[in-house]
């Protein structure tokens, strides 16, 4: 935990999601609030989307963070902050499209998340 998914619209030319995730897996890092092994993220680029009612000219970033219950509104708020700030940088220029960016966190009900590492095939115990 935590479980990074960046939803982008297709439309954001010259946008590099791996180097977005490498950014933003560096930022989780940094605040400390997780183990650098369990930052897990992944980027979705969005070949279908629509944003309101225009055929073109606009697009989206949105990243949605899961994480398990037990930090501050401050760490929540410091978190997102940080996710909205590493989109911005990531962000081409691209001065013919409108593109909101925005960022989600969420806590997971511990209670019903079950996890495991493995290596090579064999459990490694959490």
Not at 8 to 13: E, F, G, H, I, T
Not at 29 to 42: P, Y
Not at 76 to 102: F, M, Y
Request: hydrophobic fraction near 40%.
């Amino acid at each position: 935990m935590p479980h990074l998914v960046i939803e982008y619209s297709a439309n954001l030319a010259g946008f590099d999601p791996q180097t977005t995730l490498n950014h933003a897996n560096q930022m989780l890092d940094a605040v400390g609030l997780f183990q650098e092994i369990d930052i897990k993220s992944r980027a979705l680029a969005c070949p279908v989307f629509q944003v309101g009612l225009a055929d073109n000219g606009r697009g989206f970033m949105h990243a949605r963070l899961a994480l398990m219950p037990g930090r501050t509104p401050q760490q929540k708020s410091d978190v997102s902050q940080g996710l909205l700030h590493v989109l911005r940088q990531a962000l081409p220029i691209l001065p013919q499209l409108h593109v909101q960016l925005s960022v989600e966190l969420y806590e997971l009900d511990a209670s019903c998340y079950a996890k495991e590492s493995m290596l090579g095939g064999e459990p490694m115990g959490n």
